[in-house]
C-alpha cells in the first residue's frame, strides 16, 4: 500500500517504521523536520498525502489535526482513507471525517493505547471509528502496528472510548495512590496492601500492572523515580478531554471531573509536570489531611 505518514513524532516514528519493515511504500512529513531510515521524506503534509492510498495522522491535539487536514485533504485521490490515530476531542475528530467524506474519501479515527512501547513493538490497541469500508481497508495496517483493532461505531466513536478508558484509568489511579498512602498511614506493609488488594474487588490495572509503589508488583515507572511512561500531562490532556466531552453531552462525570482538577493541580501549581501520572503517590504521601 502507498501510504503517507504525518507526525513522526514518539509514537508516530515507531509506527511508520513497522509499516516500512512490513513492506509497505511510507513517505512521511513532520513540522519539526523528522526524517526516518525507509520512510520517503516529504516538504509538506500535502506532499506526503498525493497519491496515497491511505494518509494516517499521529499528531498533539485537534486544532493541529484539523489545520492538517485542512491542507491534505484536497491533495488526497478520490476513495482513499485518512486514518487519524491522534488523541483529541470527539468534535475534531467528526469535523475532519466529515470534511473528508465530503471531498470523496472516507476516515477513520483510530486512537491508541499502549504508549511508546506499544508502538515500539507493533501492539498497540487500536479503537476505531468510521465505516466499516473503512476498518476493512485499514485493518491489515493496524494489525501491523497493533495487536487488536475494535471497530467502535461511527465517527467519533474511536475517540469516546479512549476518553472513556482513560478518564477511569486517572480515577483508578488516583483512588489507588490515596489507598496506598493511607495504608502508608495505618501502617499496613505495602506488600502486604498489594498482595491485597491485586486479588480482591479493589484490583484494576494501576495496580496489578503499573503499581505506583516502587519495587511492588510488575516493573512500571515507579521503580525508575517516576520517570514516564504515561505522562501526568498526557492524562491532564485526556481528562480535560473527556470533561469537555461530557460537558458536551450533558453528562455527570463528577469523579472524572475531580481527577481533571487533581491532575491539574499536580502539573500545574506543584511538581508533576514531566513525572509519571502514577507520581501521585508520592505527592499523596507528603500531604496532611485537608
Ligand atoms: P509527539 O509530540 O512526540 O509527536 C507529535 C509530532 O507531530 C511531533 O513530531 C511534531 O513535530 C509533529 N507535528 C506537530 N504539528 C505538525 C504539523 N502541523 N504537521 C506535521 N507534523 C506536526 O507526540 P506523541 O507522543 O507521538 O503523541 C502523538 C499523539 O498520540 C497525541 O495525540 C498523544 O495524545 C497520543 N498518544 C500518545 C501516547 C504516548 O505514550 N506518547 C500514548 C497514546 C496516545
Given at each position: 500500500m502507498k501510504i503517507g505518514f504525518i507526525g513522526l513524532g514518539n509514537m508516530g516514528a515507531p509506527m511508520a517504521l513497522n509499516l516500512v519493515k512490513a513492506g509497505h511504500d511510507v513517505t512521511g512529513y513532520d513540522a519539526a523536520g523528522v526524517t526516518i531510515e525507509g520512510v520517503a521524506n516529504a516538504a509538506s503534509g500535502a506532499e506526503a498525502a498525493t497519491g496515497a492510498d491511505v494518509v494516517i495522522t499521529m499528531l498533539p491535539n485537534g486544532a493541529i489535526l484539523q489545520s492538517v487536514a485542512a491542507e491534505i485533504i484536497p491533495a488526497m485521490p478520490k476513495g482513499s482513507v485518512l486514518l487519524d490515530c491522534s488523541t483529541v476531542d470527539v468534535d475534531s475528530a467528526r469535523a475532519v471525517s466529515d470534511q473528508a467524506r465530503e471531498n470523496g474519501l472516507d476516515a477513520l479515527d483510530a486512537p491508541v493505547s499502549g504508549g511508546i512501547g506499544g508502538a515500539a513493538a507493533g501492539t498497540l490497541t487500536f479503537m476505531v471509528g468510521g465505516s466499516e469500508a473503512a476498518f476493512a481497508t485499514a485493518k491489515p495496517l493496524f494489525d501491523i502496528m497493533g495487536q487488536k483493532a475494535v471497530h467502535?461505531?461511527?465517527?467519533?466513536n474511536g475517540q469516546a472510548a479512549k476518553i472513556c478508558n482513560n478518564m477511569i484509568l486517572g480515577v483508578t489511579m488516583i483512588a489507588t495512590c490515596e489507598a496506598f498512602a493511607l495504608a502508608d498511614k495505618l501502617g499496613l506493609d505495602r506488600q502486604a496492601m498489594f498482595d491485597v488488594v491485586s486479588t480482591s474487588s479493589g484490583a484494576s490495572w494501576s495496580i496489578?500492572?503499573?503499581?505506583?509503589?516502587?519495587?511492588?508488583?510488575?516493573?512500571?515507572p515507579s521503580d525508575n523515580d517516576?520517570?514516564?511512561?504515561?505522562a501526568a500531562n498526557l492524562m491532564l490532556k485526556d481528562l480535560r478531554l473527556s470533561q469537555q466531552a461530557a460537558a458536551s453531552a450533558d453528562a455527570d462525570t463528577p469523579m472524572g471531573q475531580l481527577a481533571e482538577t487533581l491532575y491539574q493541580t499536580f502539573v500545574?501549581?506543584?511538581?508533576?509536570?514531566?513525572?509519571?501520572?502514577?507520581a501521585m503517590l508520592p505527592r499523596f504521601s507528603a500531604r496532611s489531611r485537608t
Open positions: 467502535c461505531g461511527p465517527s467519533g496489578n500492572a503499573y503499581c505506583p509503589a516502587p519495587g511492588i508488583g510488575p516493573q512500571s517516576y520517570k514516564p511512561g504515561f500545574e501549581t506543584e511538581d508533576g509536570s514531566g513525572k509519571d501520572f502514577s
